[in-house]
């Protein structure tokens, strides 16, 4: 079976959660048996072509491209409100790109509606994202570089969020539970990979240089799971996501989850994490180190169903079931 793995990741495009999910999947079917797999190849014989963004990139190797054109939707336009400047304009673009795919390939199960109603004649599969379980575990030699980059002292708790600096991901929230908290470190991994269309992003950098000594931004980090291994706690303030990779690579690293009360997130990780409604809540959560001791305890085990090699497994299924129809 002949695969092309297509994601527009140059530039700052590369740091998206979109581009990460694709090379997890294209590292993990490279590995398999009786699969030829690409990676934004240019040629045109494949059987599969599966896309993770649908940019002008993807759309002109759509078009010139053999096989059957598989789009993995990992963003609907409901989740460009509150992290993109001019959210609408781009809405009005997911009509004409979903439709030109034979097959979308949806994260969870309740966004199969909303992209039926972008695309009703294309049909859907529910594949979540996966992780490499391999990769994302507790490294003490990761923690000790990490923090000594930093200057956090061992017996400093660090609580990290790893997103976009945008008000959907919740960074409002981020800078205010570090102000009720200065006892606390607390560090956000990630940056404006939309550049200039980032909503807020002005407002954001002034907040930003206002905020107390207890507070890094380290931007992109080439290691990701060194700020995993480097923390105490995972905080997920978002306000909106579909299936999000960094819980699970949290998790995975064995990290307890404080995450935001969405549906989305109750959904997938009830029992694997704690949920806040608001920042009073969340600090209550952070805080409360006896019950974050109890979910570390579960939280790598919680991962095992979403292991990387299962999910691999899914798309391959689905692959040769398209292929033969």
């Known amino acids: 079976m002949k695969v092309n793995i297509f994601a527009e990741d140059f530039l700052n495009l590369k740091y998206l959660g979109c581009a990460t999910a694709a ?89 199969r509606t909303e992209v039926g109603q972008i695309a009703p004649d294309v049909p859907t599969t529910t594949i979540p994202n996966g ?26 708790k660090v ?24 006892e606390i470190r607390w560090v956000w991994v990630g940056g404006f990979p939309a550049g200039p269309f980032s909503k807020d992003r002005l407002k954001i ?34 306000y909106s996501e579909m299936f999000v990779l960094v819980i699970l690579e949290a998790l995975s690293c064995g990290l307890p989850v404080v995450a935001r009360g969405i549906p989305e997130f109750k959904g997938i990780f009830e029992g694997a994490a704690q949920f806040f409604n608001n920042v009073e809540e969340a600090g209550e959560r952070i805080t409360d180190d006896g019950l974050l001791k109890q979910y570390s305890i579960i939280s790598r085990d919680f991962t095992e169903q979403y292991d990387i090699k299962k999910i691999a497994d899914m798309h391959c299924s689905l692959y040769r079931k398209l292929i033969e129809a």
């Open 205 to 238: 950098e002034w907040m930003k240089k206002k905020s107390q000594e207890n507070v890094i931004f380290t931007g992109f980090v080439p290691d990701i799971a060194e700020a995993y291994s480097g923390s105490d706690v995972f905080l997920m303030p978002s």
């Open 23 to 111: 090379k997890t999947l294209y590292r993990q079917l490279s590995s398999m048996p009786d699969m030829e797999v690409s990676w934004n190849s240019r040629g045109r014989e494949f059987d599969i072509v599966h896309y993770h963004t649908f940019g002008p990139l993807s759309l002109l190797s759509r078009r010139y491209s053999k096989g059957t054109k598989i789009l993995t939707a990992h963003v609907t336009p409901r989740l460009n409100e509150g992290g993109i400047a001019f959210s609408q304009y781009i809405t009005r673009y997911y009509p004409y790109s979903y439709r030109k795919f034979d097959h979308i390939i949806t994260l969870l199960d309740g966004y």
């Open 159 to 182: 609580v990290l969020a790893v997103g976009q600096q945008t008000p959907r991901k919740g960074i409002y929230d981020f800078l205010e539970l570090s102000k009720m908290h200065p």
């Open 131 to 156: 992780v490499d379980r391999n990769y994302f575990r507790r490294d003490e030699g990761k923690r000790e570089s990490f923090r000594e980059r930093y200057k956090i002292s061992d017996s400093e």
